[in-house]
């Protein structure tokens, strides 16, 4: 009951700092995120502050997987969260209403597919890489549907086309790789003897 209290409190907590008008775009109460990537959020959303629409790429860990429910996204807001589970990291990309169009939740899961490898390593700083690609794929699609200026965190065409498209390389190898299955049979038809 006390941890559950406890949970509670954190998340009343979360969430007062993310609804509230604050200068802090990253709520880091597990620890989770680096320096370099916390000045990445704050530097983009300071920039973004200055636009038109106000969109805010917002940075939240967690202690526990099943309060990522309870988090609401405002209509300008997109919450990448990080919460603990079983001592892994579960990573999700919360959308508020006016970005759900450019981030469904397919292109969401395919992100996340993208930076999969970065995410799931123990190690912070490769942790904190992926969760930079995440947050700058993320920035690249609202750059997109809001017509801002890109930058040098600005995903390329290509990576944007992988994260569209997460399957297509592998089924180039799958084809190459039963092209020359199928050629080796042919082959080796070919030379076998007939008794």
């Known amino acids: 009951m006390k941890n559950k209290f406890i949970s509670f409190g954190i998340l009343l907590i979360s969430f007062l700092l993310f609804t509230a008008s604050t200068t802090s775009f990253v709520s880091d109460l597990q620890n ?39 988090i609401r996204p405002m209509k300008n807001q997109v919450i990448i969260v990080a919460a603990l589970q079983n001592k892994r990291k579960n990573v999700q990309i919360l959308v508020g209403k006016n970005y759900q169009d450019v981030l469904t939740q397919n292109k969401c899961s395919n992100i996340i597919r993208y930076a999969g490898d970065k995410l ?32 040098k965190n600005s995903l390329t065409q290509e990576e944007l086309q992988k994260i569209d498209h997460p399957q297509s390389v592998s089924l ?18 070919s030379t076998r003897k007939p008794h």
């Not at 084809?175 to 038809?189: E, P, R, Y």
């Open 120 to 151: 799931r390593s123990e190690k912070k700083s490769s942790f904190n890489s992926g969760i930079r690609l995440v947050f700058n794929a993320c920035a690249t699609l609202i750059a997109q549907k809001d017509k801002l200026s890109y930058d």
């Open 172 to 189: 180039v190898w799958g084809l190459v790789i039963a092209a020359l299955i199928s050629f080796g049979l042919v082959l080796f038809k």
């Open 32 to 70: 989770l995120f680096n320096n370099q990537t916390k000045e990445l959020v704050t530097q983009k959303n300071k920039e973004y502050q200055k636009t038109k629409n106000k969109p805010e790429i917002r940075l939240l860990s967690l202690k526990n997987s099943n309060d990522i429910n309870k």
